[in-house]
Structure formats: structure tokens, C-alpha cells
């Protein structure tokens, strides 16, 4: 059974930072994409980073700040995030893909994506 466990999240003042991990058991996902979405009340899931090999991508409101990087050896992806702020409060979601829906380019859609982690709650105060 597969399963993706997402941590490090919690509370931060603006301008600080926080490490999430998202630790992936079942199989290994070394040679698929794993990525980071998140959600706040009331919106829709959105992407935030994935990453295949050497391909990464970010949203536009992360980029520069967030840094999504993997350990296959340990198969866990981490989100290094850094000068939060408010609007970065929300519910992340670890996710990865083993369907091949990732060659379609689509790396910003949920459906691209097969396994989803419980979520972790990132709160920024101002």
C-alpha cells in the first residue's frame, strides 16, 4: 500500500522558514514525479513545485523563495521554504504521480497526479 506522510509544517512569522517533508512508503518514486500543492478554505488546490529528475518546476508565487528537492535513497521529498509570507498559509499536500500523465507537461494539475499525502498545515503570521 502506498502512502505519502507529509510533515514539518506549523507556525512562523513572516519572513522566517519552514522544511516540509513528505516521506513516501510502498513503492519508490524515483523515476516519477513527486510534487507539493496546497489549499486554503474555500479554494481550490494549487500547485506549488514538482520535481522529475532533473526537472523542477515552481508557481510563480514561490518562485525564488521555495525549493523542492528529493532524496531517492530515502524516497522523500522535501519543500524548502523560505521568506514566508501570509498569503503562503494553507494546507500542503505532498503528491506522486506513476501513471505517465507527467510526460503530458501538465505538472500544475491534480489529476497528473495518482498518491496524495493527509496534508500538513503551514501558518504565517504577520
Known amino acids: 500500500q502506498v502512502r505519502l506522510v507529509e510533515s514539518g509544517g506549523g507556525l512562523v512569522r513572516a519572513g522566517g522558514s519552514l522544511r516540509l517533508s513528505c516521506a513516501a512508503s510502498g513503492r519508490t518514486f524515483s523515476n516519477n514525479a513527486m510534487g507539493w500543492f496546497r489549499q486554503t478554505p474555500g479554494k481550490e488546490r494549487e500547485f506549488v513545485a514538482s520535481?522529475?529528475?532533473?526537472?523542477?518546476y515552481y508557481a510563480d508565487a514561490v518562485k525564488g523563495r521555495f525549493t523542492i528537492s528529493r532524496d531517492n535513497a530515502k524516497n522523500i521529498v522535501y519543500l524548502e521554504m523560505n521568506s514566508l509570507k501570509p498569503e503562503d498559509t494553507a494546507v500542503y499536500y505532498c503528491?506522486?504521480?506513476?501513471?505517465?500523465?507527467?510526460?503530458?507537461?501538465?505538472?500544475?494539475?491534480?489529476?497528473?497526479?495518482?498518491?496524495w499525502g493527509q496534508g500538513t498545515q503551514v501558518t504565517v503570521s504577520s
Open positions: 503528491a506522486a504521480e506513476t501513471s505517465g500523465r507527467y510526460n503530458s507537461g501538465k505538472y500544475y494539475m491534480l489529476g497528473t497526479y495518482d498518491y
Open positions: 520535481k522529475r529528475w532533473s526537472d523542477t
